[in-house]
């Protein structure tokens, strides 16, 4: 059962725009969220995360925006560029589950010069 | 580079086999991760040791077994292996463990069944 879903296997966006990718879960339990980025050959390295407690997390070029009600979150990647093609992995967990992260399938980001 | 080592990084064997791979965390990590990623699959949690001692356990076979050495570092034990076990493990460091801990992975070793 994936608690942790990404819908979408893949997107490519023109360099220069809004790169959007979108991240579901279904346990209410989730308290903690996490975007992870992964190159070929490489491992995930850790991008943003956002707590329950807020909506929006920002970094630079990297947003995380959170709806709880919806169980649904979002990475804004804003301006795009081609050194961001990668596969990125949504993550979630919880202060009071087991002591992981429940990642989704991934999606494979290709920003287009 | 994360800091996190995995070996070998790839490995071919055959059905029933048994093989072991090996990670070392980075240098101050207590806590060390083992993760499985199928084709078209999302990194599946197998089992967390900290400071040598078992934390918490997924969806690990029992087929499978782990360990953490005095030394931090671990070796993940795969045994009676079938096709489906080729995929690609990840080991993952932080520093204690925790669920908002940041982890950092390994390069990851590419296991081959056939």
């Known amino acids: 059962d994936q608690q942790v879903k990404q819908n979408s296997p893949s997107l490519s966006v023109q360099e220069g725009r809004i790169s959007i990718l979108n991240c579901d879960y279904t346990?209410?339990?989730?308290?903690?969220f996490l975007w992870y980025k992964k190159y070929p050959a490489e491992g995930p390295t850790f991008l943003i995360s956002?707590?329950?407690?807020?909506d929006k997390n920002e970094d630079g070029r990297f947003t995380v925006f959170l709806n709880k009600s919806a169980k649904h979150l979002s990475l804004h990647i804003v301006p795009s560029q081609p050194g961001d093609s990668a596969v990125y992995f949504c993550a979630a967990s919880s202060q009071t589950g087991a002591n992981n992260l429940f990642f989704g399938t991934g999606t494979r980001l290709t920003v287009i010069p | 580079d994360s800091g996190v080592t995995q070996t070998p990084k790839h490995l071919i064997t055959a059905t029933g086999q048994r093989v072991t791979l090996r990670c070392s965390p980075r240098s101050g990590d207590l806590s060390v991760y083992w993760y499985q990623q199928s084709l078209d699959q999302g990194l599946q949690f197998l089992i967390q040791?900290?400071?040598?001692?078992?934390?918490a356990k997924g969806n690990i076979l029992e087929r499978f077994s782990a360990q953490q050495f005095p030394d931090l570092h671990s070796e993940l034990n795969l045994s009676s292996l079938e096709l489906g076990d080729s995929a690609l493990y990840f080991c993952?460091?932080?520093?204690?463990?925790?669920?908002?801990?940041?982890?950092?992975f390994g390069s990851g070793t590419q296991l081959s069944v056939l």
């Open positions: 040791y900290y400071n040598g001692e078992e934390r």
């Open positions: 346990n209410s339990m989730f308290d903690y």
């Open positions: 993952a460091s932080s520093v204690i463990p925790g669920p908002n801990e940041k982890l950092f």
């Open positions: 956002i707590s329950s407690i807020k």
